[in-house]
């Protein structure tokens, strides 16, 4: 297994080929060498995104600040589509937004843990758009939506403090799209929430 100990995460959009030829849209966060030319992405096995680069091998990475996209897709809820267009010949569909993509194959894979580590070369590349910048509130958005998929690993106390910081910031940073992401984050939490709860009440 190649070694990724000193290269940065990177948050973004990765587009596989389900077996149906549809394209599956997730956010994920692979380590990244730099330049850009090898993935280490770490999919659990339940996944669909597992199964498709099990299956196919091939992918497309996206550096997007669309953190409206971002937020729904983590937490399963894209109420639509993203706009795709073709990828390289023999690829899935990539975004047609997107500041850039990188098309990727799977050199090996590490079954031996619930989250497979899957080392990928970069094959093509191409730039869509200018990145807007830095900006707190999307930054914020990112964490809270990780932060959401990570609800079984931590305390309500600790989910909640955090989110309230971290509305303090979107509150004071952001504009529309940020606080359209926010709300419906806050709004998946508040469901799982409920949910959790009545789970407790049915099972006392």
């Given at each position: ?12 959009v990765v587009?596989?080929s389900?077996?149906d ?8 966060g692979p ?7 090898r ?5 659990y ?7 498709n680069?099990?299956?196919?091998k ?22 639509d ?14 975004l ?11 050199d ?12 990928c ?11 807007f ?5 999307r930054?914020a958005?990112?964490e ?5 998929t990570?609800l079984?690993?931590m305390?309500?106390?600790t989910?909640?403090?955090?989110y309230?910081?971290?509305?303090t ?15 419906e984050?806050?709004?998946?939490l ?11 009440m049915?099972d006392?």
């Open positions: 297994m190649a070694d990724f100990h000193d290269c940065p995460l990177l948050e973004g587009t596989t389900n077996e030829g549809s394209t599956h849209v997730a956010a994920m380590k990244v060498d730099w330049p850009i030319t993935l280490l992405l770490r999919p096995q339940s996944s669909q995104t597992y199964q680069l099990s299956r196919a091939r992918g497309i990475l996206h550096v997007t600040d669309d953190v409206l996209l971002i937020a729904r897709a983590a937490i399963g809820r894209l109420k589509p993203p706009q795709l267009v073709p990828g390289p010949e023999g690829y899935p569909e990539r047609a937004e997107c500041v850039r993509w990188y098309a990727f194959e799977v090996s894979l590490d079954d031996s843990n619930s989250r497979t580590e899957m080392v070369r970069v094959t093509d590349e191409g730039r869509v758009c200018d990145f910048g830095f900006h707190r509130a930054h958005v990112i809270a939506a990780i932060l959401a990570r079984h690993l305390s309500v106390e989910v909640l403090d955090h309230a910081e971290y509305a910031i979107v509150d004071k940073t952001a504009g529309g799209a940020e606080r359209q992401a926010f709300a984050l806050q709004e998946f508040n469901d799982q929430m409920s949910e959790q709860d009545t789970r407790t049915l006392s």
